[in-house]
């Protein structure tokens, strides 16, 4: 998935981006403060997505 793609899906449910870590981008979701780190790929694996998503508690694009 893309990088661009995946912000996106994040803003829609509610998503916030939190700061810039050394490889990361951290995101946070403010609903049930939860945090994830994004990496800064443009291409991002399917199963880090999940992780990503599930660690948030959104739904998987």
């Known amino acids: 998935m893309k990088l ?3 912000e996106r899906h994040l ?3 509610g998503c916030q ?3 810039e ?3 990361h981008t951290l995101w946070a979701n ?3 403060r939860k945090v994830a780190p994004v990496p800064r790929h ?3 694996k ?3 997505v999940r992780a990503i998503c599930r ?3 959104i739904p998987r694009p």
């Open 30 to 32: 403010p609903a049930n």
């Open 42 to 44: 443009r291409e991002i």
């Open 17 to 19: 981006f939190a700061r």
């Open 11 to 13: 803003r829609t449910h």
């Open 46 to 48: 399917e199963g880090t």
């Open 55 to 57: 660690q948030l508690e």
């Open 4 to 6: 661009l793609d995946l």
């Open 21 to 23: 870590g050394g490889a």
